[in-house]
Every structure is written in C-alpha cells, then in structure tokens.
C-alpha cells in the first residue's frame, strides 16, 4: 500500500511540473512582467528599477529564474508578496481555505445524502413516476447556470420570503457570520443555507443520474440473479451487492470532477461574499494581483492532485479485487 | 468509383442482400436510421425545435423597434410590460432586445468554441489513439496536466493576459479572444473520447483492409476511423456546447468574458446583479434564457446518444 502511494506520488510531480512551468509562461508572457507597476510610477527612477530587477532576479535567464521560483514555492513555502495588499501570499492563502473546504465539505454531504438515496430508487423502479419526474428534475439540475441560480434563490429566500422566527429575511444573502454578533456555530449553519443549496443542485442532479445508470448496470449481472435465486431478501441484494459495486465508479467520477467543483467556487462565493479562496481569486484577478493567481491556481491544482489520489485509495479499499503492488 | 469501396465491404454487401431478400433492395441510409431513432426521443425532439426557434428569435433582432446600446435615461426600470416586454435596464434599454442581441453573441461564441475545441480535441485523440507509443504517451500527459486544472480559475487567468499581450491588442475587447480561451481550456475531454474510439477502431477488419489497399495514415485517420466515431462525437459536442455556452456567460458575468458594450448575456447579467434589489426582473430573464438553451442542448445531446446506440430499446 505505501509503495503504491509513493508511487503515485510521484506520478503526480512530473504532471506538477508541466502545470507549473505553464503557468509560469503565461505570468511571464505579460508585457511589464512583475515589475509593470514600478515602470508606470514616474517616481522611481530608471536606476532604482534596474536595481529592483537585480533583486528580484529578473535579469537572470528565465529558466533559472523558474527553477528559483519552483524552489522558494515548494521548499521554502514562500508563495511571493500580493502587491496590492502587500502581504506574503501564502499567509492569505492559509486564512482562506478553511472558509472554502468547509463551505464545499457540508455540500459534499448535503449532495451525497440526497443523490445517494435518489440514485438507488430511480435504479430500482426505473421509468416509475418518481424516475421520470427525477429525470427531467436532473436535466434541470444539470443545465442551471450555478450564478443565475445563486441570485434567484436571493431574490425568492432573502429578498421575497420573510423569517418565521424573527424580523428579517428567511436567509442571509451572504457572508459567514452575522455581523456584530458574536460567532456561533447555528449562526454559521443559517449562512450556509443558500451557498450549499446553490452548490449542490448541480452535483445532486449529476451524481444522481450517473448512480442510477451505474447501478442498473451491476443490477443486470449474473451474480444478482444469483443473489436473487438463493433467496437473499431483496434489500440485501440491492444494497449488499448492488449498491457496493455501484458506487465503485461514482467515487472516480467525484474525483475527476474536482477542477470544475473548485472552478465553482468563484462563482459561489462571489454571489455570496464567501470569504474563501474563490473570493480571494476574482478580487486578485481584478487587481491583476498576479502572485496571488499563481498561488491559488497552483495549490487548487495540488488539491485536485490530492484527492484524486485519495479517490484511488478508497476504489481499493471498496473493491477488494484491486490490488496495490 | 467502384473502386474506392473496401472489397470486405463489397462482399458484405453481398452476402446481406442474399441473405436478408425480404429486405427492400435499397437499404435505408445511416442517417435516416439515425432520425428515425432521434425522433422516438420526444423531449431531445422538442428540444431541437426550442433550439431552432431560440436561434432564429436571436437573429431577428433587428426587427426589434428598439435598439440594444441606446439609452433613454427618462425610462429606466420600467417593469416588464406590453411596451417593454423584459422591462428596461439601468440606462432605459430594451431588456428583450439586449437579450436578443446578446444571444447572437452568445450562441456564436457557443458554437465556435465547441467547434475549435472539438478540432483540436479529435486531432490529439486521434493522434494518441492511432499511433500509440511515446507520441500517445506525450499528448496524454499534456491532456492529464490541462484536466487537473480548476477550469474557472485558468480562464480567468488567461483571459486576463491575452487581453494584455501587446501582439492582440485590436482583439482586447473582441469575442474571438473568448472563443479562444474557451477553446484552449476545453478540448480534453473530446480529446480522451476520441482516443478511446481510434484505440478500438484502429484494430478493426476495415482499416487493416483499406491499410492493405495501400491507404495513407492520413486517410485511414480521417476517411476511414472519423466518419465510424461520429456517434459519440456528436453527443460529446453537445457536452462542449453546453459547457462552452454556461462557461461564456460565467466568464462574462465575472467581467472576464465578453466586455460591454457588447452584450451577451453573461454580461447582461452581470450588470442586472448590481441593480437585483432594485430590479430583480432585471436578474430573471437573461439567466433563463442560459438555462432554457443549455438543457435544450443537454436533451438533444441525450436523444442522439439513445439513437447512435444500437443496444438501447426504448422500454416505456
């Protein structure tokens, strides 16, 4: 087992590389380069820029100056200053992706509640009333543009509907906590209402269906008749040995979603000014604050990396047939 | 002309005609076949006239008496009405015809994007999935480096720098630099697709035949394998269309997509957010239109998936 991870480890540094030193091309591509706002500053001096240059290395060739780049990101932590907050970028970075792991982790659990129970009855009474109404819901699901859906569900549950419990809106529009008031974990949950609702209707919609076909593909093997003919009730068949084998390819897709899964979260929190690293993203991306883009984009890209392998683990350790040598 | 038919092929013909004589002499063609199946797909059906409609609705713009940049401050934030059908926006614009207009953009950056990005995916997977070997190798791990990047993230970054390369600045504000973005980040997954199809077609009698003949890689690669993966091409067109479309009006409504005062309805959308408590009918009808076109999209990609696929029997 720890062979296998080492090794995939590895596997995973050569595809680290060619994303970093795309990236780094593309930072480098911009006329000005890093320096672009000290040249439009009419008070440095042509002699003070030269010597910014020197110091920050940009006069060397450019390959050194990745190699230098790649070192002090991944051996030293240091991830470059934001220029407009003039801050180290890893210490903003680190503040907030706790906001975002927990915003997608409750919507990660709020879509597998749903879609796991709603896969398993649509696979088992297929073209029934509740599969077909499931069905066009999940085309639904699966075409809403996440922004829109955002701002229409502000518009009916903060703008329109009225909280039964107290003056005010029926849910907060955004943020984490109730401002002036002191943080506690009800407050949090009654802020996170709307963002996970937005998140997850798409992935409830998607996992759903992708259940559903999956297990009425293992429900079609020979070895559930077999199951089915020694007599085993028909609630062990289904989740004993439906469901397992089911689930199988639904942890790898959840995996091979991720890119897009953290692509969402500009938008989520954007809409819902969700302190997390989404936000941090599109104000950076305004600002052109392009030390705080390569951060981000790099450590979304190791995340992704993360659990993918961890994605793998769990395949193995749900499928007993796969072996780690 | 006889001649450019594979002999294998020829004999099959034969021995088909023999065999099944009940059958009418001439054979329906592949893509009758392939309507008459579509057709039995009831909402990928009403899904293609949505289609149809939305489109020419889109291009009959002009018939609108309103026009889509010019403003009329006196009326703004009207509701919607039988003057203003969609209401009028901040700067008293027509919100129907703005919708109009920015469909046009909208649907155009749709279908180019998932056209480049389609090119190029087939080209890489064919590539990979024909030649195999260190070539397969190579393209696959570019493909693997462009799937682990979180897509909404790299677009922004790259769109944001082709607008500030010196070499494209008469594009700055152009579509085209959308429709390139989007493809450049779009192509793998028809790439992988098209792999996996040369991967098993490459095999197949017919192409060792016409390899026999003395056919070109060339020709096998595109006259040969091609036109035999069209099915799952096609659906996987209207995944790209689908997301092309959603991530276009994303980009734009974070202000990094189309810019004003060319409207899609990103961006139409975009600037109804900030009014959204003021005006909330501002908010409503650009995003439907999204949803509306995407699922339609989504449905016909569904009904052609049920009618390239030989084994699927419609239980109902």
């Given amino acids: 087992m720890s062979t296998y991870i080492t090794r995939r480890v590895l596997q995973a540094i050569p595809l680290m590389l060619l994303l970093s030193i795309f990236l780094f091309a593309v930072v480098r591509l911009m006329p000005g380069g890093p320096l672009a706002q000290a040249e439009r500053n009419p008070n440095v001096t042509p002699e003070q820029l030269a010597a910014m240059r020197v110091r920050l290395g940009l006069d060397q060739p450019l390959p050194v100056q990745y190699v230098k780049w790649m070192r002090a990101f991944v051996l030293e932590g240091d991830w470059g200053y934001s220029i407009k907050f003039r801050r180290p970028v890893a210490e903003m970075i680190w503040e907030r992706l706790p906001a975002t792991l927990l915003l997608f982790g409750f919507s990660f659990l709020v879509t597998i509640l749903i879609a796991i129970p709603v896969g398993i009855y649509s696979a088992i009474k297929p073209y029934s009333f509740f599969d077909n109404l499931i069905t066009t819901l999940s085309f639904a699901g699966q075409s809403v543009p996440v922004y829109w859906f955002g701002l229409i569900l502000i518009l009916v549950f903060y703008l329109t509907l009225q909280n039964p419990f107290s003056e005010g809106p029926m849910f907060p529009a955004g943020g984490m906590y109730t401002i002036g008031k002191e943080e506690n974990f009800l407050d949090l949950l009654w802020h996170l209402v709307l963002p996970i609702a937005a998140t997850s209707v798409g992935w409830v919609a998607w996992y759903s269906r992708f259940l559903r076909s999956s297990m009425r593909d293992v429900l079609n093997e020979d070895f559930i008749r077999t199951a089915r003919a020694k007599g085993l009730p028909m609630r062990m068949v289904h989740f004993k040995h439906g469901l397992r084998n089911a689930l199988l390819p639904l942890v790898t897709l959840m995996a091979l979603d991720l890119p897009s899964v953290f692509g969402g979260a500009v938008f989520i929190e954007t809409i819902f000014s969700w302190p997390g690293m989404g936000r941090l993203f599109w104000d950076a991306a305004r600002g052109r604050d392009y030390p705080i883009l390569l951060a981000t984009v790099m450590i979304e890209a190791a995340l992704i990396l993360f659990f993918n392998l961890v994605a793998d683990i769990l395949y193995g350790w749900l499928d007993p047939r796969i072996r780690y040598d | ?316």
């Fill in chain 2, 1 to 316: 002309m006889a001649g450019s038919i594979p002999a294998s092929a020829m004999i099959k013909q034969l021995t088909a005609s023999e065999s099944f004589s009940s059958m009418p002499p001439q054979a329906e063609s592949f893509s009758a076949l392939i309507w008459k199946r579509f057709k039995r797909h009831r909402l990928a059906l009403i899904s293609a006239g949505v289609l149809l409609l939305m489109t020419a609705l889109v291009f009959a713009a002009p018939l609108s008496r309103y026009s889509a940049t010019e403003q009329d401050p006196v009326n703004k934030f009207e509701r919607p009405s039988a003057e203003h059908w969609f209401g009028t926006d901040e700067l008293g614009r027509d919100v129907f015809t703005r919708i109009l207009y920015g469909g046009q953009v909208s649907l155009a950056v749709g279908t180019f994007s998932t056209l480049f990005s389609l090119m190029l995916g087939i080209v890489v997977g064919a590539l990979s999935g024909y030649y195999g070997g260190w070539i397969d190798n190579l393209l696959m791990r570019i493909t693997d480096t462009f799937l682990i990047m979180p897509v909404v993230f790299v677009l922004i970054l790259f769109s944001a720098l082709l607008r500030e390369l010196p070499a494209l600045a008469d594009l700055r504000s152009s579509v085209w630099l959308v429709i390139i973005a989007i493809s450049v980040f779009a192509w793998m997954w028809p790439a992988r697709i098209a792999r996996g199809l040369f991967l098993v077609l490459r095999e197949r009698e017919f192409v060792s035949a016409s390899r026999a003949l003395g056919a070109s890689d060339f020709r096998l690669i595109f006259m040969r394998i091609l036109p035999n993966s069209i099915g799952p091409l096609l659906v996987s067109a209207t995944l790209e269309m689908a997301f092309a479309i959603i991530t276009e009006s994303g980009l734009s409504y974070l202000g990094f997509g189309v810019q004003p005062p060319t409207p899609s309805w990103g961006n139409i959308l975009e600037s109804a957010q900030i009014h959204v408590y003021r005006a909330p009918w501002l908010a409503v009808f650009p995003g439907l239109m999204i949803f509306i076109t995407v699922i339609a999209i989504n449905f016909i990609g569904d009904g052609l998936r049920d009618a390239f696929d030989p084994y699927v029997v419609h239980e109902k």
